[in-house]
Structure formats: C-alpha cells, structure tokens
Nanobody
C-alpha cells in the first residue's frame, strides 16, 4: 500500500535550519509530483512547496521562497525539504504528499499523505 513517512522534525532555535525527509513506498515514486504542506495549531493546512516528477521544476509558497528548498531523489524514493532561517511562525506539523498529475499547490490534488512531523521553532 502507499506509504509516506516523514522524518527530521524537532525543536530548533530561531534562525536555525532543519531538513525534513519523506520516504515513499507502495507506488512508482517517479510518476508522482511531491509536495510539502504544513498545519499550525488552530490554522488550516497550507501549501509549502512542490516538485515535479523529474525534479526539474519546483514551486513555493511566496512567503517561503528563498528560505525553503524542496528536492527529491528518485533513486531513493525520497523527497526533502530544507528549511533555513527558521522563524517561530514556521512552527507546525509538516506533511508530505503525492500528486498523480501536474505540479499542484492545492491539497485537493494530492491523493496520498504522510502522518506528519512536528517542527517547533522556539528559544
């Protein structure tokens, strides 16, 4: 069955960095665009970044571009999210997701989801 497993979350100080990983199994990873979303307490889930099947094209939430970077390794069935210059407002549960077509930013276009990994930015 399709499985997405995120890791790499944790507690980090403001200005620090984290790299999230998401390992996929149960489907042909290179046939899917991949994305990252996040959900802070009391807020709706929001788009963070997405990457095309080949990895050649990426898109970001406007406010995060320049600090966050998405990449993938199709040989390892893994998608990454490098997060730099972290701020307290980046605190959220981060989810990876798989989309069968296009390079969407709407969560409705992603049909498989991981369980999420907590990122807390605090002193």
């Amino acid at each position: 069955q399709v499985q997405l497993v995120e890791s790499g979350g944790g507690l980090v100080q403001p200005g620090g960095s984290l790299r999230l990983s998401c390992v996929a199994s149960g489907f042909t990873f290179s046939d899917y665009a991949m994305g990252w979303f996040r959900q802070a307490p009391g807020k709706e889930r929001e788009f963070v970044a997405a990457i095309s099947r080949s990895g050649s094209t990426t898109r970001y939430a406007g406010s995060l571009k320049g600090r966050f970077s998405i990449s993938r390794d199709n040989a390892e069935n893994t998608v990454y999210l490098q997060m730099n210059s972290l701020k307290s407002e980046d605190t959220a549960v981060y989810y990876c997701a798989a989309a069968p077509a296009g390079l969407p930013r709407s969560s409705t276009n992603f049909d498989s989801w991981g369980q999420g990994t907590q990122v807390t930015v605090s002193t």
